[in-house]
């Protein structure tokens, strides 16, 4: 199984700050790496796919970015509904893995 | 508006079975793959599985292989998932995914969820 791990588990950031998620593969998977957004009771909801492509209806404020092993997601500007958790899934190869999620904090 | 609808949460023992059905509104369910991903409560996603509505073709995580089913009815444009020989750690919302793309993507983003199914498996 490919494994993803999310740096960091969590983070502390203000409104307004410039906020940066990584995810690394345990091999590489080439741009196949889409990025979720869930809040507390909610079911995730798709913010980027095939890397760095936005999904419909998602702020230009989120981006993606990456390749191969290593991706990030950075959030530029960050908005009081933008606190939440986030998670990494590669879908280059069965069985879909998710990363471990970042829980966005507000300081 | 493309929806997918789950059932009611669950109680069961250890030992029995769960069937989590997901109808879809808005859109041909035969169009679309559809996977299951769930969350123990305060964890991760974890996913359990895909199957091709068109082909009825199903990949099964390694995990719950050989407890879990994944089927469909495409007359009421619902799928299903059936999770067998329960234990405590099957307790977690279960949600069923639309694919991104049509067709039958095996690897794919998930752009639609359903709100989720509770299961609690408990003596």
């Known amino acids: 199984d490919i494994q993803m791990t999310q740096s960091p588990s969590s983070l502390s950031a203000s409104v307004g700050d410039r906020v940066t998620i990584t995810c690394r593969a345990s091999q590489s998977i080439s741009r196949n790496l889409n990025w979720y957004q869930q809040k507390p009771g909610k079911a995730p909801e798709l913010l980027i796919y095939?890397?760095?492509t936005l999904e419909n209806g998602v702020p230009s404020r989120f981006a993606g970015s990456g390749s191969g092993t290593d991706f990030t997601l950075t959030i530029s500007g960050l908005q009081p509904e933008d606190f939440a958790n986030y998670y990494c899934q590669q879908s280059y190869n069965i069985p879909v893995t998710f990363g471990g999620g970042t829980k966005v904090e507000i300081k | 508006q493309v929806y997918l609808v789950q059932s009611g949460p669950e109680v069961k023992k250890p030992g029995a079975s769960v069937k989590v059905s997901c109808k879809a509104s808005?859109?041909?369910?035969?169009?679309?793959?559809i996977s299951w991903v769930r969350q123990a409560p305060g964890q991760g996603l974890e996913w359990l599985g895909w199957?091709?509505?068109?082909?009825?073709?199903?990949y099964y995580a390694p995990k719950v292989q050989g407890r879990v089913s994944m089927t469909t009815d495409t007359s009421t444009s619902t799928a299903y998932m059936e999770l067998r020989s329960l234990r405590s750690g099957d307790t977690a919302v279960y949600y069923c995914?639309?694919?991104?793309?049509?067709?039958?993507?095996?690897?794919?983003?998930?752009?639609?969820w359903g709100q989720g199914t509770m299961v609690t498996v408990s003596s």
């Open positions: 199957l091709s509505v068109s082909n009825a073709l199903t």
């Open positions: 995914v639309r694919s991104l793309n049509s067709g039958s993507t095996l690897g794919d983003a998930y752009d639609v």
């Open positions: 095939a890397a760095s």
């Open positions: 808005g859109y041909s369910l035969t169009n679309y793959g």
